[in-house]
């Protein structure tokens, strides 16, 4: 059986693994019985999901400020710029 301080590494090395299979048996068990590391777990989710969320936010913001400049340089290529 499990430990709760195991748990975080088994929740990762598993979730790597998810394309294959879903969580171990004896993850899955500890969760059952251990209400702390189901919050836990649900917890990193969320930070998970928050992380993903925002990385995918500043790619796009990225994306924008670089089309941005690249108007601004063709713009200023074309006579548009200084004297």
Request: hydrophobic content about 35%.
């Amino acid at each position: 059986m499990l430990v709760c301080r195991d748990i975080p590494h088994r929740w990762a090395s598993d979730d790597l693994d998810r394309g294959q299979r879903g969580p171990s048996l004896a993850l899955r068990m500890h969760l059952m019985i251990c209400r702390n590391c189901r919050r836990y777990i649900r917890e990193l989710v969320a930070i998970r999901q928050a992380a993903r969320e925002l990385a995918a936010d500043d790619a796009s913001r990225q994306e924008k400020f670089e089309r941005r400049v690249r108007e601004m340089v063709r713009g200023n290529g074309e006579g548009g710029g200084r004297k």
